[in-house]
């Protein structure tokens, strides 16, 4: 596996369920996101971990609740999700920011997630 | 806050003719990046090209370029010699140049190139 890969690639789940996302990434990267990509809105970013240690959270549901257990993997669990929490999740990671300049974020082919 | 723009919601293009996209943001700061990313039917966004504020030059990176207007804080993107592979949603986005991880993207241009 290269890059950034996200499984699963769709997932369907009622609101009382409980699932997971998983994202991991091949490239020696530090920082890894979750973004949410929903329908006729801008990419918005809801989590960023540098160093496994979470240094952004957008206001986002208690419902999301991120995991980081090392710089390679990064998880999304789901639990009591709305309708209107149906998007596409990407993850993306990059070199940490602590360096001066521009670290690019690579990303991965994201999880379609339905909730009915 | 900063704000990203894309008033084109859908665009087309015949293959090997050129297209502009149009994209304008609203930033207080003077250091910044921007970033045209391509995310084609596969989903995997892809960056297609980046332009420091500080730099007065155009980023080029072969049939991509962009015309970049500072003071009009506009940020167009120019795709020369369309390809088939070309047909993607293309989001502009804005980051700060230091001190920050968050890309702040607009809600995207669907590309269409047209054989």
């Known amino acids: 596996e290269t890059g950034v890969t996200q499984t699963p690639r769709h997932l369907v789940m009622g609101m009382t369920n409980k699932k997971s996302l998983k994202c991991e990434q091949h490239?020696?990267?530090?920082?890894m996101y979750w973004y949410k990509q929903s329908a006729k809105k801008p990419l918005e970013l809801m989590f960023v971990?540098?160093?496994?240690?979470?240094?952004e959270n957008n206001s986002v549901p208690s419902r999301f609740s991120p995991e980081c257990p090392n710089s390679s993997h990064l998880f999304l669990h789901l639990h009591t999700l709305q309708p209107e929490d149906s998007a596409l999740y990407l993850c993306a990671s990059s070199q940490d920011r602590r360096t001066s300049g521009y670290n690019e974020q690579f990303f991965g082919p994201g999880t379609r997630l339905t909730v009915l | 806050a900063q704000t990203v723009t894309q008033s084109q919601p859908e665009m087309s293009v015949q293959e090997a003719e050129t297209v502009t996209l149009s994209c304008t943001y609203d930033?207080?700061?003077?250091?910044?990046?921007l970033f045209w990313y391509k995310q084609p039917p596969s989903r995997q966004m892809i960056l297609v090209i980046r332009?420091?504020?500080?730099?007065?030059q155009n980023a080029t990176e072969n049939r991509f370029s962009v015309n970049f207007q500072k003071a009009a804080k506009s940020f167009s993107l120019k795709i020369s010699d369309s390809q088939l592979g070309d047909t993607a949603m293309y989001f502009c986005a804005f980051m700060f140049r230091a001190g920050s991880y968050q890309l702040t993207f607009g809600k995207g241009t669907k590309l269409s190139v047209i054989p």
């Open positions: 490239l020696g990267h530090n920082a």
């Open positions: 971990y540098n160093f496994k240690e979470q240094t």
């Open positions: 332009q420091e504020a500080y730099k007065q």
């Open positions: 930033t207080s700061e003077s250091n910044y990046y």
